[in-house]
């Protein structure tokens, strides 16, 4: 079984024990490493057999997936990691040049809809060709704002390089008073039920060692990002990694006024 994982620090409480081999994966099961993007491709293509993924293009190819119960990366306020950074007030960016990672599609559409509906501007999106990691790729090209997720948005923010920052779940939480979900766990509908059912149970044990673990994950997780000790271990405990009726319900509300299909059918 082939299943994916985001290569940021945001995993870690789900695939943590699994890599320290607390918990096993089903037999021939591997991880497979990548951003957001390139997993959502991954699972739709059937190259994957169980990933997370994006929860606006799990939402596009839904008819072809099955949605893991109880499992997901979502927020009830500030992200922290799903950020636009911008030179300028979001008032002032009105036919401005905005920067969009390709890496995280549900981010994409959650800016889009926060420009269209909230502050109620047209900026003139376009898409960084540098990887969303690549800070000083980023930098260089010509931009008023960037929108910048996972591990580079937490340095990005301790460096203090833009005046402007709008955490993107912040934003969301104000306007509708809801949680976000930004990415779920599905399977493809060819894997055996019984196949994704094993996968499934590791996942969720390894997500019950990792929130047991979390003092010990951010100190990993300070190694690998050079960020402070205290900071990652605030970011990992303000995520919520489950999916109950209330992330739901706050996920189709999303989709509806993306005008994303509103098909959530859970295994």
């Keep these: 079984m082939r299943i994916g994982r985001i290569g940021y620090i945001n995993c870690a409480p789900v695939y943590g024990a699994i890599d320290r081999g607390v918990v096993s994966l089903p037999p021939g099961g591997k991880l497979v490493t990548g951003t957001p993007a390139e997993l959502n491709d991954l699972l739709v293509a059937g190259e994957l057999d169980v990933s997370v993924i994006s929860a606006i293009e799990y939402a596009r190819h839904a008819r072809d997936l099955v949605l893991l119960p109880d499992l997901a990366i979502s927020c009830d306020g500030p992200v922290r990691s799903v950020a636009l950074f911008s030179r300028r007030t979001v008032g002032q960016l009105d036919g401005r040049t905005v920067l969009l990672s390709a890496s995280s599609r549900t981010s994409v559409a959650l800016l889009e809809l926060l420009c269209r509906d909230v502050w109620k501007i047209k900026p003139k999106f376009a898409e960084a060709r540098a990887e969303a990691t690549d800070l000083e790729a980023l930098s260089a090209l010509p931009h008023e704002a960037v929108l910048v997720i996972g591990d580079a ?94 992330h739901r319900a706050a996920l189709s509300d999303f989709l509806r006024r993306a005008g994303a299909p509103q098909y959530i059918q859970v295994a």
Aim: glycine residues 6%; hydrophobic residues 40%; proline residues 4%.
């Design 153 to 246: 948005a937490l340095q990005l923010a301790a460096a203090e390089t833009y005046p402007h920052r709008y955490d993107l779940g912040d934003e969301w939480k104000k306007w509708t008073g809801k949680p976000f979900v930004f990415a779920v766990w599905a399977a493809t509908r060819v894997v055996s039920p019984a196949a994704v059912q094993r996968g499934h149970k590791a996942l969720l044990e390894s997500r019950s060692w990792g929130l047991a673990h979390l003092d010990e994950l951010a100190r990993e997780a300070s190694e690998t990002t050079t960020l402070p000790v205290a900071t990652c271990r605030e970011y990992l405990s303000g995520l919520d990694y489950a999916f109950t009726e209330r």
